[in-house]
């Protein structure tokens, strides 16, 4: 899930990364949407990322111990039953960045691309693809989902979560697939 603000590194220029990229965790985010009874959908985020790139990989780590739904008891219930952060409390998103040519870019120059992306959550490891925008800035990048990265439970061995989520709230459904969107600033 999150999970996609590796994507926006793989777009930065070889050149600009010869010291290297450090993810502004201040001014980035990752969100994700929940459904529950078909029709209640509820935004949710992390409070705490890292990352880094060069100019061959990119990595960003999400502290699931930080998902924050506005709920304090959904928190608790989401960081044991979901994400079951005693074993698993971070979730890893990689990136092959070595082919992306965005050595172009000035301030304020934009471009679109589709990249692909590996999301480790759970004990599972996956590609996914995302489509993002790339801005340049005069202090680095900053990277923001085009249209929501849909994570399916199932991949991620998150389905049992789920329904132990769904009896403790005593819900008819949860759904099992999220998208996710991300707002992702690098810096030098």
Known sequence: MKKLCMLLLMLLPASAWAGGWTLDAGNSDINFVSVKKDTVAEVHHFTSLSGSANDESAAVSIDLTSVESGIAIRNERMKSML??????????????????????????????????????????????????????????????????????????????????????????????????????????
Do not use: C, M, Y
Request: aromatic share 6%; glycine share 6%.
């Open 83 to 188: 994400f079951d952060v005693a074993q698993f409390a971070t979730a890893t998103i990689t990136a092959d960045i070595s082919g992306v040519d965005t050595a172009k870019l000035k301030a304020g120059d934009a471009v679109a691309a589709t990249v692909p992306v590996w999301l480790d959550l759970h004990g599972f490891k996956q590609k996914l693809k995302a489509d993002v925008t790339v801005v340049a800035l005069s202090d680095g990048l900053l990277v923001t989902s085009r249209s929501p990265v849909i994570v399916k439970a199932a991949d991620f061995g998150l389905v049992a979560g789920i329904e132990a989520l769904r009896d403790a709230a005593k819900l008819p459904n949860i759904a099992q697939s999220v998208p996710v969107s991300f707002h992702l600033r690098f810096t030098h």
